[in-house]
């Protein structure tokens, strides 16, 4: 399965980016989407995941600022991003997988691909 990022470049604080995913994947409809991104300082984190029927999750970090969002007959999910600050400064990857739920009715996002190449989003004035 391909996973190919794209939209990144540079932006001024502020300002707002729209990311997009485009896959090779047979039954997309079935699979949850996330953007994950990765900073030369840190390890790469999770930033929006979502559900096959579109129920999103976001990071601490980027909720109400990123909106993730998918287009299942194109085969290609987005991520929003407004109000970019300094610290969203990363690559960011798209990816395919699931979401793993707990018995307390919480969930997590399970990737189930090989990583793709990211996508470099630059946050600088």
């Known amino acids: 399965v391909q996973l190919q990022a794209s939209g990144g470049g540079l932006v001024q604080p502020g300002g707002s980016l729209r990311l997009s995913c485009v896959t090779s994947?047979?039954?997309?409809?079935?699979?949850?989407v996330a953007w994950y991104r990765q900073s030369p300082e840190k390890e790469r984190e999770l930033v929006a995941a979502m559900t096959p029927g579109g129920s999103p999750e976001y990071a601490a970090s980027v909720k109400g600022r990123f909106t993730i969002s998918r287009d299942n007959a194109k085969k290609m999910f987005y991520l929003q991003m407004s109000s970019l600050e300094r610290e969203d400064t990363a690559t960011y990857y798209c990816?395919?997988?699931?979401?793993?739920?707990?018995?307390?009715?919480?969930?997590?996002?399970?990737?189930?691909?090989?990583w793709g190449q990211g996508t470099l989003v630059t946050v600088s004035s």
């Open positions: 994947v047979s039954d997309f409809s079935e699979s949850a």
């Open positions: 990816m395919l997988g699931f979401f793993i739920y707990n018995t307390q009715g919480g969930a997590r996002f399970q990737s189930s691909e090989s």
